[in-house]
Structures are given as structure tokens and as C-alpha cells.
């Protein structure tokens, strides 16, 4: 069995300030991990992805994660936060032959 | 290249209506998968289709139900609607194996009143 748990529903930071969105997964296989980005009324974007090659992965818009094995965590990083980063936030694992499966979200807020 | 095209966007229907809704992967991809979301429940699999086959069903009742044709378009079908199916329901396709990378579509809203 997999599960991801978002450990924050609500993060806010000032613009230029770090980005710090927790994850945590449970997988029964050595998993694939994502974070996807969804902005208001649309789809969903991948922003990075973990296959067991590099544990630090870089995504695009200047985020990056950095897989953990031995404390079971995926957290999305940002150096410096802009206000179009204001969105929700999945954390994804995969693995096996099971679907996909999401974290619950985190809301990201940034004020100017 | 195109990406997963939704249709339609919005969608209004009456309880005990049905609805089909309809999603195109990018060109190539064979692997379809859906999944509804909403505010209570997050996003949560419905289905995965590849190559016209079914390979994955999520715990949803019989009223829900998707096919795949033989270009790789798909569709989900609900069935006697209720009020607790509104939500947004998302499409994503892939090359092939399930965990390689899942690009999405932009979603039907769908509304039962």
C-alpha cells in the first residue's frame, strides 16, 4: 500500500523568502515521487519527479526536492518565493502496479 | 504538440441525469487515467485505461465507467447523477507504465443540481 501525507494545508511566506512544503510517503516498493502545482481553475503541472536516479531533484521554476529514504520525506524547496508561486501543491507517489496516489494539497500563499 | 484536451470544461446537469464526459491524450500516449477531485476528498483515481484495456479501477460505484477507443481517446461515463459528483474531473495521459510521467488536462467542472 502507498500514501503520501502533506504535513501543512496552509503555508504563507513573504515574496523573496524561502518555500519550505512538507511530504511524507508510506510505499511497499521503492516508489516514484512527483510534485505537481495547480493554479485556480486549472489542470494540474508536473513541477519535478523522482525515479531512484539523483536524490536531489531539481524542477522547473526554481524548485527542487530532495528524496530521503531513511526519513520517508519528498519536501519541495524554493530559494526565494514570487507571487505567481501562490497555488496548491500535490505530493504524488507511484509505484508498483497501483495508481497514482496524491497528498492531500498545500495551499501556498505569498504576500507582497 | 497538443496536450490533453478536456470537453467540455463546464457542465451543468440535473440529479438523475447521466453525463459523458471526453478527454484526447497528447498524440502517442496510450495510457489514460482519470480522477475526480474535490474539496472534501482531494483527488482520488477513478480509472486507467491502456490500450483499450482497463487496468486499474478506483473505489467508486458501478455508476461510474470510462472506455477507451482505439486512438486512444477516452471517455467516463456517470450515471444517475447525485449531488455529492460534482467536483472537477481531471484526465491524464501517459506514454505507457503508470509511473512515468502523467501530463494533465485543464478538467470538466461539473455541477449537479
Known amino acids: 500500500a502507498q500514501s503520501v501525507t502533506q504535513l501543512d494545508s496552509h503555508v504563507s511566506v513573504s515574496e523573496g523568502t524561502p518555500v519550505l512544503l512538507r511530504c511524507n510517503y508510506s510505499?511497499?516498493?521503492?516508489?516514484?515521487l512527483f510534485w505537481y502545482v495547480q493554479h485556480p481553475n486549472k489542470g494540474l503541472q508536473l513541477l519535478l519527479k523522482?525515479?531512484?536516479?539523483?536524490?536531489l531533484v531539481k524542477g522547473i521554476n526554481g524548485f527542487e526536492a530532495e528524496f530521503k529514504k531513511s526519513e520517508t520525506s519528498f519536501h519541495l524547496t524554493k530559494p526565494s518565493a514570487h507571487m505567481s508561486d501562490a497555488a496548491e501543491y500535490f505530493c504524488?507517489?507511484?509505484?508498483?502496479?497501483?495508481?497514482?496516489?496524491f497528498g492531500k494539497g498545500t495551499r501556498l500563499s505569498v504576500i507582497a | 504538440k497538443a496536450g490533453v484536451t478536456q470537453t467540455p470544461r463546464y457542465l451543468i446537469k440535473t440529479r438523475g441525469q447521466q453525463v459523458t464526459l471526453s478527454c484526447s491524450p497528447i498524440s502517442g500516449h496510450r495510457s489514460v487515467s482519470w480522477y475526480q477531485q474535490t474539496p472534501g476528498q482531494g483527488l482520488q483515481f477513478l480509472f486507467e485505461?491502456?490500450?483499450?484495456?482497463?487496468?486499474n479501477k478506483g473505489n467508486f460505484p458501478g455508476r461510474f465507467s470510462g472506455r477507451q477507443f482505439s486512438n486512444s481517446r477516452s471517455e467516463m461515463n456517470v450515471s444517475t447523477l447525485e449531488l455529492g459528483d460534482s467536483a472537477l474531473y481531471l484526465c491524464?495521459?501517459?506514454?505507457?507504465?503508470?509511473?512515468?510521467?502523467?501530463?494533465f488536462g485543464q478538467g470538466t467542472r461539473l455541477t449537479v443540481v
Open positions: 504524488v507517489v507511484s509505484g508498483g502496479n497501483t495508481p497514482l496516489v
Open positions: 485505461y491502456f490500450s483499450e484495456t482497463q487496468r
Open positions: 510505499s511497499s516498493y521503492s516508489p516514484s
Open positions: 523522482y525515479t531512484s536516479a539523483a536524490t
Open positions: 491524464a495521459s501517459s506514454p505507457g507504465p503508470r509511473d512515468t510521467e502523467a501530463f
